[in-house]
């Protein structure tokens, strides 16, 4: 039986420097669970090593945490990369941090990058330049993230700063990825007008939130069988009246 879902899947935590020191596991968890979502999705700058916490986070909430990480390709375009097992998501991090450039961050000028537990508890920081491009390619992650059994999606593809349409102007030939991400700041009608190289493609609204306030300010409502990477794979590609609303 297909249930509805409200859905962010593209939520940031105090990994990623340029996020508040309250994106902490509980706190977003308790969040999206006043925002009314049902699904969630973790998607720190090229890292999951908060991905776990926010998983054990929300055991017993009425949230579904999925495992993801938001990859830069060589190109300097945001790939949004869920998976359905936190392992997944943490070999495709091996995957990136073999491909990021070997630079420490600059914590003066960048932000802190820090790992904690599920009650937040501080474990280190990530000393490793984050925010940075991959070698990577569009292809390479979307083939990477497709192997793992995930799926890749182009984030805030209406945003000049690393949105697929602003860095390139254009979806290269031969890509086919099942969805892009737009912001809040624009709808899926006004995207396929703007963007017409996504006629074929889903259309998914995050907030891409780096502070608490703005978890849920962008979302999106799946039809599924149950809360799961797969079955949004399946409600992208119209399967068995799976949707996007």
Do not use: W
């Amino acid at each position: 039986m297909l249930a509805r879902y409200e859905a962010d899947l593209h939520i940031h935590t105090l990994l990623s420097p340029c996020a508040e020191v309250e994106m902490i596991p509980p706190l977003i968890v308790r969040r999206a669970v006043d925002a009314g979502l049902d699904i969630i999705g973790i998607a720190d700058h090229n890292s999951a090593e908060n991905a776990r916490a926010l998983v054990e986070a929300a055991a017993g909430s009425s949230v579904k945490v999925i495992p993801g990480i938001e990859c830069e390709s060589v190109e300097g375009v945001h790939i949004l990369c869920l998976f359905d097992e936190v392992e997944q998501a943490e070999s495709m991090q091996e995957l990136v941090y073999d491909a990021l450039p070997n630079l420490a961050n600059i914590e003066g000028k960048l932000g802190q990058q820090m790992v904690v537990t599920a009650d937040a508890e501080f474990v280190r920081y990530n000393d490793r330049l984050l925010l940075a491009s991959t070698s990577l390619s569009l292809d390479e992650i979307a083939a990477e993230v497709d192997n793992r059994g995930g799926i890749a999606i182009p984030a805030h593809v209406d945003r000049r700063a690393y949105g697929l349409f602003g860095v390139l102007g254009f979806m290269p030939e031969g890509m086919r990825f099942p969805a892009v991400e737009v912001s809040s700041r624009i709808s899926s009608e006004e995207a396929r007008k703007q963007y017409p190289d996504i006629t074929n493609c889903a259309v998914i609204h995050s907030s891409d939130a780096h502070v608490l306030g703005d978890i849920g300010g962008g979302r999106t409502v799946f039809h599924l069988e149950h809360r799961s990477v797969a079955e949004i794979k399946l409600a992208i590609a119209g399967v068995g009246g799976r949707m996007v609303e």
